[in-house]
């Protein structure tokens, strides 16, 4: 039995070892040259105003929970798509019911206005 993952472990060997070479030659072959233009901020354009560690508002995760809610529904409905001819009517209807689920608790998260930024 081992016989059959054996392939796979060597697999993983090799890639997480070239993984670390390639993170220690970076470290080590690479310039050390610090100057102002490398240490500004350049994400947001302007300096960081508060602590790391402050309280986001609440709609940085409801937004978060609805990309991730929305993603997941992405995720099952390639698989879906794929058998659906063998699944027939039953996984057609499923599958309408999964999504007019999802479709009604996003009108209800835009109705309770959970998508306004003020």
Not at 68 to 93: N, Q, R, S, T
């Amino acid at each position: 039995m081992l016989a059959e993952y054996l392939p796979v472990l060597v697999f993983l060997g090799v890639g997480f070892a070239m993984a670390i070479v390639m993170l220690i030659l970076g470290f080590l072959l690479s310039p050390h040259k610090p100057d102002a233009a490398k240490d500004s901020p350049f994400e947001c354009g302007f300096e960081a105003f508060e602590d790391a560690r402050m309280k986001f508002d609440v709609r940085y995760y409801l937004v978060a929970i609805l990309f991730i809610i929305f993603d997941l529904e992405i995720a099952f409905l390639f698989p879906w798509a794929i058998v659906l001819d063998k699944i027939g009517l039953f996984g057609l209807l499923a599958m309408g019911l999964f999504l007019s689920v999802l479709i009604i608790g996003f009108i209800y998260e835009w109705k309770k206005g959970a998508l306004e930024w003020e």
